[in-house]
Nanobody, 123 residues
Framework: QVQLVESGGGLVQAGGSLRLSCAAS????????MGWFRQAPGKEREFVAS????????YYTDSVKGRFTISRDNAKNTVYLQMNSLKSEDTAVYYC????????????????WGQGTQVTVST
């Protein structure tokens, strides 16, 4: 089993920044993928960004390219999501996910999930 614990959410004004962290414990997979999804009220959970732990290869959804950066610290089993130039439409609960599968993650291919952290962007 893998346990994922997110932190770093909060309230920020539009144009501001936040950094989310996701700490993994338990069974780990050196060649696996970790990433972030988000879910706004009344909407489906959507993919945001992912990173392959072995190579550092990253992938982003179009709406966050150039604003969000995903990174990892393998020594700490932690993945980060640096979010800059935040917009009101970024408001959502952000979930960390992990799995052995493809870098283009989906809800179905993600084996493990964190409990979620709220990000609210005010205008």
């Amino acid at each position: 089993q893998v346990q994922l614990v997110e932190s770093g959410g909060g309230l920020v004004q539009a144009g501001g920044s936040l950094r989310l962290s996701c700490a993994a414990s338990g069974r780990t997979f050196s060649n696996g993928v970790m990433g972030w999804f988000r879910q706004a009220p009344g909407k489906e959970r959507e993919f945001v960004a992912s990173i392959r732990l072995s190579s550092g290869t990253t992938y982003y959804t179009d709406s966050v390219k150039g604003r969000f950066t995903i990174s990892r610290d393998n020594a700490k089993n932690t993945v980060y999501l640096q979010m800059n130039s935040l917009k009101s439409e970024d408001t959502a609960v952000y979930y960390c996910a992990a799995g052995p599968g493809p870098i283009i993650m989906s809800v179905g291919s993600s084996q493990y999930w964190g409990q979620g952290t709220q990000v609210t962007v005010s205008t």
